[in-house]
């Protein structure tokens, strides 16, 4: 799904997200929601730094942040990554997390295709399942 378009179903999907901007790890802008594309600049940039602050805390080997919330009192900001694509949004006061973090992977994992990325859950899905012969899959 194009980018743009992904992000536009995503907001008619999800009342609680008011913004949302997709982009590449490296920060280059897929999509975004605001009116001025600009806007979107703060947002993509602040998500960057909260992964890359997120990714330096220990949290075991082989694991990889891939979701993460910050709640303030006017409302939240929720960064989604699969792969190279990531999703950053923000929300109203008080919104229901694993509403918004459902929408945004489910949101995230559609951008794979227009963006030439191959997801973490799409490479998963190809590989045959444990205990499954060949003929079976």
Do not use: H
């Not at 590449?24 to 890359?52: H, Q, W, Y």
């Amino acid at each position: 799904m194009e980018p743009a378009a992904a992000l536009a179903d995503l907001i008619e999907i999800s009342s609680q997200i008011e913004n949302a901007a997709a982009f590449r790890s490296d920060g280059s802008r897929l999509a975004s929601t605001f009116d001025d594309d600009a806007l979107a600049e703060p947002l993509i940039g602040g998500a960057r730094e909260l992964l890359d602050l997120a990714a330096a805390a220990p949290v075991g080997s082989g694991r990889t942040l891939t979701q993460l919330e910050v709640a303030l009192r006017e409302g939240s900001v929720f960064v989604v990554r699969d792969g190279e694509v990531v999703i950053a949004a923000t929300t109203s006061a008080s919104p229901t997390a694993g509403l918004v973090l459902y929408d945004l992977r489910t949101c995230v994992r559609s951008l794979a295709p227009a963006t030439g990325e191959d997801t973490a859950e799409a490479s998963a899905a190809r590989r045959p399942r444990r205990g499954k012969k060949a003929a079976d899959a």
